[in-house]
């Protein structure tokens, strides 16, 4: 069974500085995706890595995907406030086209002055 | 108009009512997902459906039920509410051929079973 770990589940931000949060999952998978969710609402699409060593940055934010260690880090670029909400990440655990994503608990930033 | 809406956003209902949660799409996507999301345990799985004519079961599908009317429809159904079923529910949908695609979410339902 896929488990997906994130931690830390909460972490306070101060305004500037930079901070990375992690996820890692138990099983082999090259397809992990990032999410975010601000307070009541929806979830929005961040970041879809698909490979070993995939990087893909947006922002103050950038995620990357070690497929061997089966770990993912989001990294966070001199925080400002716009960026505390929750992120999610999950992962697909198939190799073909049927997707089916197992999420994590999601970490809940809270970035202050 | 958003791509995903579900209705209702709210509900109150009573222990042993059944009840139906509607999700519909105009992404013309063919995957289309229902999750439920509880305080501190991020999105389990309910049922999912790949097409229209086929329909499985998540993670945890007990007391739940689905119906796919159209590619662009898909239905969740408590047959008998509980109170544990108190929890915001999110319908998802996602492109198929590579199955490497994001999936793109509903604004959520926001379920109170008393």
């Known amino acids: 069974e896929l488990k997906v770990e994130q931690n830390p589940l909460f972490l306070s931000m101060q305004e500037g500085k930079n901070y990375t949060i992690y996820c890692n999952y138990s099983?082999?998978?090259?397809?992990l995706y990032w999410y975010r969710q601000d307070p009541g609402k929806s979830l929005e699409s961040l970041f879809v890595l698909l490979s070993n060593g995939a990087v893909k940055q947006e922002g103050r934010l950038m995620a990357s995907l070690d497929t061997k260690a089966r770990l993912s880090t989001l990294h966070i670029t001199a925080a400002v406030h716009d960026l505390s909400a929750t992120y999610f990440c999950?992962?697909?655990?198939?190799?073909?086209?049927?997707?089916?994503?197992?999420f994590g608990k999601g970490i809940t930033l809270s970035v202050r002055p | 108009d958003a791509d995903v809406t579900q209705t209702p956003r709210n509900r109150i209902t009573k222990t042993g009512k059944r009840i139906m949660l509607e999700c519909s799409q105009t992404k013309g996507h063919d995957r289309m997902y229902w999750y439920r999301q509880d305080p501190g345990l991020g999105l389990r799985l309910i049922y999912y459906s790949f097409d229209v004519k086929d329909i499985n079961k998540g993670e945890i599908s007990d007391g739940y039920s689905v119906s796919r009317q159209a590619q662009a429809k898909f239905s969740l159904s408590l047959e008998s509410a509980i109170p544990n079923q108190t929890a915001l529910y999110f319908c998802?949908?996602?492109?198929?051929?590579?199955?490497?695609?994001?999936?793109?979410f509903g604004p959520g339902t926001r379920l109170l079973v008393l």
């Open positions: 999950a992962v697909d655990e198939s190799s073909g086209a049927n997707s089916k994503l197992t």
């Open positions: 099983t082999t998978s090259d397809r």
């Open positions: 998802a949908t996602s492109l198929g051929g590579s199955g490497k695609e994001t999936q793109y």
